[in-house]
């Protein structure tokens, strides 16, 4: 993968609100279209990274209800995709950064 620092192998799986892919080292986010995986992996990871963020009321900015069951639904998926990331890259480095909103909004919002 192509990024700022050059080369990179060292990928970490955060999902945000664009792409879930960044490079470990320089921190730059990847675009999930040049990840050398197959394109059923993409999209999962596309898939995924789009329910991100779903356990939060963006219009009252608060958690919504089960907001920590949700979430911790979606840090399972991305850990099953990480493990097919990481079995489709075998010469890369993958680290996984589960979501942690509901701590960020549990101390934040109340
Ligand atoms: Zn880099």
């Given at each position: 993968m192509e990024c700022s620092c050059?080369?990179?192998?060292?990928?970490?799986?955060?999902?945000?609100?664009?792409?879930?892919?960044?490079?470990?080292?320089?921190k730059v986010n990847l675009d999930v279209d040049e990840l050398p995986v197959s394109g059923d992996l993409k999209q999962q990871l596309e898939d995924w990274t789009r329910d991100f963020g779903k356990?939060?009321?963006?219009?009252?900015?608060?958690?919504?209800?089960?907001?920590?069951?949700?979430?911790?639904?979606?840090n399972q998926k991305g850990e099953v995709l990480v493990a097919k990331l990481r079995e489709a890259l075998p010469s890369f480095t993958?680290?996984?950064q589960p979501s942690n909103l509901c701590l960020l909004y549990g101390t934040a919002g109340r």
């Open positions: 050059g080369k990179t192998t060292n990928l970490l799986i955060e999902a945000d609100f664009g792409d879930a892919v960044w490079c470990a080292v320089c356990w939060i009321d963006w219009d009252s900015d608060l958690l919504k209800n089960d907001a920590d069951k949700t979430e911790g639904v979606f993958i680290t996984y």
